[in-house]
């Protein structure tokens, strides 16, 4: 039977062999010399002729077969994993005079020999190490706190300059270090896209890429575009063969180089200077061209090239003497207001933003800032006719950080700030102690009616995902839909022909009989969201998903929230005592109180399922402090678990802590202070065991 099954298999591996070359080839051909040498239509027809013969015979799937570069796969967890060599960080420093100073000390330390050093650019992206044994990529793990990181290779795999089979020579077991980052124009693609779907745009690339890394489906990953750029080759035996004094490898650019050839894509960048002079050219060089560059970069790294130096220079507590990095400081500009619109949001808060004379920064037209609110106008004491200087760091978004007093004109008159709201005409308020104006008109101010409804469908509160924000606003503009509960009386007929302008005000789309459908299952669906989310669908000023979680499982169900005292709500963990006078506030207003009677008639989660978090109640009176890192759980995982097993996690040790629950790397402070108090210490195992 064996023997049959093993002839079978045989022009399957072949052809599995033949394709794997093959896409391999034409994957490395379009990454790295951005040549195509098939139409996308032949690519994707080998890549699913792949992709059956390894659902066919899953012995022949490799875990770097070119399928995984589209991922597929689902991370339950990522596994944490100690790194083989800590994944050191650099000094660093805004200081040119520092960069003098390092120069001149380690020349000192190293006396007559002669080196160089390389200078490179600091990629702002997420660290990760890439483990290769015998040319294959084995393991990609995350810097994390450089002890210990995520193992993050599946999603690494779909990152196409990442080589999953190395090229020509390598060394046998090594591991490759670098920076993955989100190239600009893949990073504002994506969030525009986020914007369309009612997303949370990402602040800045490195906080997508990061966010991307640790995304649960891998296809997801693969979509995001992601590039890695290396910058650091360990080889475990250091004092082996591979170190030689005229090898590839003794120098730090030559290992770069020796990447090349190994398939990887190294920036071109790098540079090697023999003194301070070229260093600082080359740092002024950068300082002006880095807005060019594709991806983020946010200074410059300098290293000693001949690594036999290394061991010689040595270490500091976290990072080598070897090597520093020069930050660049953010952009400035100074540019004409023009003049300012207030924005209105859903809970009827006015945002001023000010319209500038576009002006060129940090790699974009910069057209408008946010304000902030009133007294941020009156603080900075912006005044008509003023020029703004406006900065832009590590941040995608541009900030206001003054006046440029060098254009004040004369007798240039404060602002005036708007006393009645842009969009319904109602005179604002502004509450004792707040920064902000507000329109109290909350159930006839047209943003704030779309707005809430936003809220309410998004993804992390009610998730009726196939309600946009421009179907919404034509909902509503046709008298179809005001409040959050009018949604459960939908119709179909009501929602087909429904007309609606694209994100991108293009296109006129309107729905069909399938899209009413989809409509009208999504809203079935929301009813069985469970009821932490509801609240927090409701979008009860301040109350996050995190504080309608809180409040969720102290008062169990909404009918003990509506008839709770300020007090009481204050005394939730996370909800302060303004919060608390906001959620006492909008429960004495009848027309929520009538929207929930809705809500719960259409049949939605007023009440804590508790079966639905609630394990056990083993932990039940038992505080815990959680620090350190696990091998099992991630810190917010095992937090999770305590609570769900009936315990309270609290951030500090004091006298009502029973149980210190401590992981790797704890600090000694909290260590001390548990012993000082008498807090039980106790390992994840530990922990594990109580549970049983
Ligand atoms: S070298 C021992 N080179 O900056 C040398 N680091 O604080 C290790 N980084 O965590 C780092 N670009 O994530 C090096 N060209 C570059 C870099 C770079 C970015 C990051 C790296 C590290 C941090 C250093």
């Known amino acids: 039977m064996d023997l049959f099954s093993n002839i079978d298999i045989e022009p399957a591996r072949q052809r599995v062999n033949e394709l794997t070359e093959l896409l391999d080839r034409y994957n490395y051909e379009y990454y790295m010399n951005d040549r195509s040498l098939v139409s996308d239509y032949e690519f994707d027809k080998l890549l699913r002729e792949l992709a059956d013969l390894e659902r066919q015979y899953p012995e022949l799937a490799s875990p770097n077969s070119p399928t995984k570069r589209v991922g597929g796969e689902v991370n339950k967890t990522f596994r944490q994993v100690t790194h083989r060599f800590p994944m050191l960080s650099l000094g660093n420093t805004y200081s040119i005079d520092e960069i003098v100073d390092f120069e001149a000390r ?154 090349v050839q190994m398939g990887f894509k190294v920036q071109p960048y790098m540079k090697e200077c023999l003194n301070i002079n070229e260093i600082r050219e080359y740092i002024d060089y950068w300082d002006n061209e880095r807005w060019n560059l594709p991806f983020g970069t946010d200074g410059i790294v300098i290293k000693v090239n001949q690594v036999a130096l290394w061991d010689r220079l040595g270490l500091t507590a976290k990072s080598p003497r070897w090597a520093i990095a020069f930050k660049f400081k953010a952009q400035q500009v100074s540019t004409p207001l023009e003049s300012i619109s207030f924005q209105v949001g859903r809970t009827g808060i006015i945002t001023p933003v000010a319209n500038l004379t576009p002006v060129w920064l940090g790699g974009t037209t910069v057209k408008r800032a946010t304000l902030v609110n009133a007294d941020f106008i009156e603080k900075m004491d912006i005044r008509e006719g003023d020029s703004l200087l406006v900065e832009k760091g590590g941040e995608i978004i541009p900030k206001v950080v003054g006046v440029d007093m060098s254009k004040r004109k004369a007798g240039a008159q404060p602002v005036a700030y708007i006393t009645n709201c842009p969009e319904c005409g109602s005179r604002l308020v502004r509450a004792d102690g707040e920064a902000g104006h507000y329109c109290p008109n909350s159930d006839g101010c047209p943003p704030q009616i779309v707005g809430r409804l936003e809220h309410f469908v998004s993804r992390k509160a009610m998730n009726i995902d196939s309600l946009g924000s421009e179907r919404l606003e034509m909902l509503y503009k046709k008298g179809l839909v005001s409040d959050i509960a009018d949604l459960y009386t939908l119709t179909r007929q009501q929602l087909i022909g429904l007309e609606a302008i694209d994100a991108d005000g293009q296109r006129r789309t309107s729905i069909q009989e399938k899209g009413a459908d989809n409509i009208l299952a999504a809203i079935e669906k929301s009813k069985e969201v469970p009821f932490d989310r509801v609240l927090f669908a409701l979008g009860i000023r301040y109350v996050g998903e995190v504080g309608a979680k809180k409040l969720a499982r102290h008062f169990s169900n909404i009918d003990a929230i509506i008839g709770a005292s300020p007090e009481e709500l204050a005394s939730v963990e996370d909800i302060g005592e303004k919060t608390a006078q906001f959620i006492y506030d909008y429960f004495r207003d009848l027309r929520h109180l009538q929207t929930i009677q809705r809500l719960r008639d259409a049949g939605l989660n007023l009440r804590l399922d508790k079966s639905s978090f609630q394990q056990s109640d083993i932990l039940q009176g038992k505080t815990f402090v959680v620090s350190g890192v696990f091998s099992r759980f991630s810190r917010d995982e095992i937090k999770a678990d305590i609570e769900k097993n009936g315990g309270k996690v609290s951030g500090s040790i004091s006298g009502k802590t029973d149980y210190l629950l401590a992981g790797d790397k704890m600090g000694p402070e909290k260590r001390k202070k548990a012993e000082k108090l008498g807090v039980a210490i106790i390992s994840e195992d530990d922990y594990l065991g109580m549970l049983k």
């Open 106 to 259: 380690t020349r000192k330390l190293l006396g007559d020999t002669v080196f160089s050093y390389t200078c490179e650019l600091k990629y702002d992206g997420v660290a990760i190490g890439l483990t290769y044994k015998h040319g294959q990529l084995v393991q990609a793990v995350t810097r994390g706190n450089g002890s210990v990181g995520d193992d993050i290779t599946a999603n690494a795999r779909t990152i196409p300059t990442i080589p999953l089979k190395l090229r020509g020579s390598y060394p046998d077991d090594f591991e490759v270090r670098g920076e993955v980052v989100y190239p600009f124009s893949e990073f504002e693609a994506f969030n525009r896209q986020r914007e369309a779907d009612g997303d949370e745009p990402f602040a800045n690339p490195r906080n997508a890429a990061s966010g991307s890394l640790k995304l649960q489906d891998t296809a997801e990953c693969a979509k995001r575009k992601l590039q890695f750029c290396p910058y650091f080759v360990m080889l475990p035996q250091e004092n082996g063969e591979l170190r030689t004094e005229n090898g590839e490898y003794s120098t730090h650019s030559g290992r770069l180089q020796s990447l």
